[in-house]
Nanobody
Framework: QVQPVESGGGLVQAGESLRLSCAASGIIFSINAMAWYRQAPGKQRGLVAQITRGGSTNYADSVKGRFTISIDNAKNTVYLQMNSLKPEDTAVYYC????????????WGQGTQVTVSS
């Protein structure tokens, strides 16, 4: 199975920033559209941001202008830069295939917890 490892989460105050990282030895990010998702307590996992193989990005309305998704092909790592964090951004963040992308034997990782205090 292919399972990503997310890191970079933590406890921050509103207005601060975090950068999340995602690495997976069995996924070549440069040829797969990838995304970040998040799941808050009591809610379903939802799309936060995604990036295509060509580098095009799109974002959930709630994070536009604050979050940036990127890929470092040399490090085979996907990042999510999160600025101006809000308490409503509190969730477990996961990286995975973009919507409509299938990665054989993919399995969700454990995610990384982001907690934003007011």
């Amino acid at each position: 199975q292919v399972q990503p490892v997310e890191s970079g989460g933590g406890l921050v105050q509103a207005g601060e920033s975090l950068r999340l990282s995602c690495a997976a030895s069995g996924i070549i990010f440069s040829i797969n559209a990838m995304a970040w998702y998040r799941q808050a307590p009591g809610k379903q996992r939802g799309l936060v941001a995604q990036i295509t193989r060509g580098g095009s990005t799109n974002y959930a309305d709630s994070v536009k202008g604050r979050f940036t998704i990127s890929i470092d092909n040399a490090k085979n790592t996907v990042y999510l830069q999160m600025n101006s964090l809000k308490p409503e951004d509190t969730a477990v963040y996961y990286c995975g295939p973009a919507v409509g992308t299938v990665i054989p034997r993919f399995r969700w990782g454990q995610g990384t917890q982001v907690t934003v205090s007011s």
